[in-house]
């Protein structure tokens, strides 16, 4: 699907209430009613609706948007959400749709698990907390422009991993010379951004990559009087509130609060405990607004978890029909955890490092020392991910 032009919508983030939905643009429609359609067949006779719906304007020099991104939020169980039910399975759903759908490797420590699914230029983003929490599938057009066809900005208020950059408003491109680098006050007809690290026609504020990291943004966080994230009150425990029945009632509530800085736009993350006679449900996210760090705790009334599912079985060895252990590298950035399990012998590293070929061999057999390939891509990932998750406290 393209971009096209769509009627722009007002307001920074306008969500849609009532009984009667807006008319959308048809790309903009159409992921909605997809988004819900694969919410029914992930979990059938639930509730099926999206949790919130909001809009990106985009804007140059002036003002006024010159077109707007559509997106929404759809969140999937809760406490109570079948252990079976995860990420691969929305994945698979998705695949069926006719999308393009994977997984990507999570945080090893908290058991986090991310996907994406594409469609042309329609995007969505997979979400499995820790534990057996929220599904969440935050699906976004491209921007739909008003008047004039333009290229894509390299990001939106909701789609930056950083903090949306102040001068080039996620294009990644100089607004004086809108990317030519042709004109302004640089002499010989040339812009001043070619004096800029990202060269000519790059934004001189962000190198030209459309985002700065939350560092780069304490300036706005102390307009707002809030601390740095590596400061003392960064990741203060929040205080446990309560008033909700479920997660799901939880992460709605969250999904519509603002951090100081008037930014409602997060990427939470979310893990589930049993603790004494109640569940508590942990959300933390960095606002996309000013890189503050935001957390809340909700105490949520006790209902057993179900138990998570167990991760499958190595193969045997092919030639003595041993116990192998996993090869890794490529995707699998050796963090600490990584070079842990290295150490126990619990993992190996594949020849080659991150130079890894697409038959290159993911198992290896202690035994006999045979290395080979096992299709199954996803149970060797399965089987890394248990791994680092139960190693020892050091």
Same mark, same amino acid.
């Given at each position: 699907?393209?971009?096209?032009?769509?009627?722009?919508?007002?307001?920074?983030?306008?969500?849609? #209430?009532?009984?009667?939905?807006?008319?959308?643009?048809?790309?903009?429609? %159409?992921?909605?009613?997809?988004?819900?359609?694969?919410?029914?067949?992930? !979990?059938?006779?639930?509730?099926?609706?999206?949790?919130?719906? %909001?809009?990106?304007?985009?804007?140059?020099?002036?003002?006024?948007?010159?077109?707007?991104?559509?997106?929404?939020?759809?969140?999937?169980?809760?406490?109570?959400?079948?252990?079976?039910?995860?990420?691969?399975?929305?994945?698979?759903?998705?695949?069926?749709?006719?999308?393009?759908?994977?997984?990507?490797?999570?945080?090893? $420590?908290?058991? !986090?698990?991310?996907?994406?699914?594409?469609? #042309?230029?329609?995007?969505?983003?997979?979400?499995?907390?820790?534990?057996?929490?929220?599904?969440?599938?935050?699906?976004?057009?491209?921007?739909?422009?008003?008047?004039?066809?333009?290229?894509?900005?390299?990001?939106?208020?909701?789609?930056?991993?950083?903090?949306?950059?102040?001068?080039? +408003?996620?294009?990644?491109?100089?607004?004086?010379?809108?990317?030519?680098?042709?004109?302004?006050?640089?002499?010989?007809?040339?812009?001043?951004?070619? #004096?800029?690290?990202?060269?000519? #026609?790059?934004?001189?504020?962000?190198?030209?990559?459309? !985002?700065?990291?939350?560092?780069?943004?304490? %300036? $706005?966080?102390?307009? +707002?009087?809030?601390?740095?994230?590596?400061?003392?009150?960064?990741?203060?425990?929040? *205080?446990? !509130?309560?008033?909700?029945?479920?997660?799901?009632?939880?992460?709605?509530?969250?999904?519509?609060?603002?951090?100081?800085?008037?930014?409602?736009?997060?990427?939470?993350?979310?893990?589930?405990?049993?603790?004494?006679?109640?569940?508590?449900?942990?959300?933390?996210?960095?606002?996309?607004?000013?890189?503050?760090?935001?957390? +809340?705790?909700?105490?949520?009334? +006790?209902?057993?978890?179900?138990?998570?599912?167990?991760?499958?079985?190595? *193969?045997?060895?092919?030639?003595?029909?041993?116990?192998?252990?996993?090869?890794?590298?490529?995707?699998?950035?050796?963090?600490?955890?990584?070079?842990?399990?290295?150490?126990?012998?619990?993992?190996?590293?594949?020849?080659?490092?991150?130079?890894?070929?697409?038959?290159?061999?993911?198992?290896?057999? *202690?035994?006999?020392?045979?290395? %080979?390939?096992?299709?199954?891509?996803?149970?060797?990932?399965?089987?890394?991910?248990?791994?680092?998750?139960?190693?020892?406290?050091?």
């Amino acid at each position: 699907m393209t971009a096209g032009k769509a009627t722009g919508m007002a307001g920074e983030a306008e969500e849609r #209430g009532g009984r009667q939905e807006p008319e959308l643009p048809g790309s903009a429609g %159409w992921l909605r009613d997809q988004l819900r359609a694969i919410e029914r067949q992930l !979990e059938p006779g639930s509730p099926t609706g999206t949790l919130r719906e %909001w809009t990106d304007p985009v804007r140059m020099v002036h003002p006024e948007p010159l077109g707007h991104r559509y997106l929404f939020l759809v969140a999937i169980g809760g406490e109570e959400r079948p252990a079976g039910l995860g990420l691969d399975d929305a994945v698979d759903t998705f695949t069926a749709a006719g999308w393009s759908a994977h997984t990507s490797h999570g945080d090893w $420590k908290g058991g !986090e698990i991310w996907g994406t699914a594409g469609h #042309g230029d329609l995007r969505v983003r997979i979400y499995s907390g820790s534990g057996p929490g929220i599904l969440t599938l935050t699906g976004w057009t491209p921007v739909l422009f008003t008047e004039r066809d333009l290229r894509q900005p390299h990001f939106t208020l909701s789609t930056v991993g950083g903090v949306l950059c102040a001068e080039c +408003y996620g294009w990644g491109a100089c607004m004086d010379c809108e990317g030519s680098g042709r004109g302004g006050t640089g002499g010989y007809g040339r812009c001043w951004c070619w #004096g800029g690290q990202g060269g000519p #026609g790059a934004c001189i504020g962000c190198g030209g990559s459309g !985002e700065i990291t939350s560092d780069a943004a304490l %300036w $706005k966080r102390k307009q +707002y009087g809030l601390s740095e994230p590596d400061g003392p009150d960064a990741f203060r425990e929040p *205080p446990l !509130e309560e008033g909700h029945d479920s997660n799901l009632g939880a992460f709605a509530d969250v999904a519509h609060r603002t951090c100081a800085c008037g930014e409602f736009r997060c990427h939470w993350r979310n893990a589930l405990e049993t603790s004494d006679d109640r569940l508590l449900s942990r959300f933390t996210g960095r606002c996309q607004g000013c890189g503050a760090e935001r957390a +809340y705790a909700f105490a949520l009334p +006790y209902r057993r978890l179900p138990a998570p599912a167990p991760p499958p079985s190595p *193969p045997g060895c092919p030639r003595c029909a041993g116990v192998p252990i996993p090869l890794t590298g490529g995707l699998h950035f050796p963090g600490a955890a990584m070079l842990r399990a290295q150490d126990l012998g619990l993992v190996a590293p594949r020849p080659g490092g991150c130079q890894v070929l697409p038959d290159a061999p993911n198992w290896r057999c *202690p035994g006999c020392g045979h290395d %080979w390939r096992d299709p199954d891509g996803r149970r060797h990932a399965r089987v890394v991910d248990a791994i680092l998750g139960d190693l020892p406290a050091s």
